[in-house]
């Protein structure tokens, strides 16, 4: 029987686990301090995207309301510069 204690296994498992426990430490503090970055983030992708469609919808209203104005000009004979 042998009583002889691998201080080195002991080392590696110590370190191993005191690594881990930093690596846990270090995600929860960076998703801590990412998280409401990212919502911000989300929140500005929101704002461009809703202003993307309203862009399209003006710019649809403008269009049509040129080729109502181009046809009254046809039908009236009155031309614009």
């Known amino acids: 029987m042998s009583d002889k204690i691998d201080y080195k ?3 590696n498992i110590v370190e191993s686990a005191i690594d881990m426990k930093v690596r846990q430490i270090i ?3 960076i998703t801590e301090k990412l998280t409401p970055l990212r919502n911000d983030i989300d929140k500005v992708l ?4 809703d202003t993307r469609q309203e862009q399209v919808l ?6 049509r309301h040129d080729d109502e104005i181009k046809e009254l000009q046809t039908f009236t004979g009155f031309a614009t510069a």
């Open 9 to 11: 296994r002991i080392q």
């Open 58 to 63: 003006t710019q649809a209203k403008v269009d």
């Open 46 to 49: 929101k704002i461009v995207s």
């Open 27 to 29: 995600d929860e503090e």
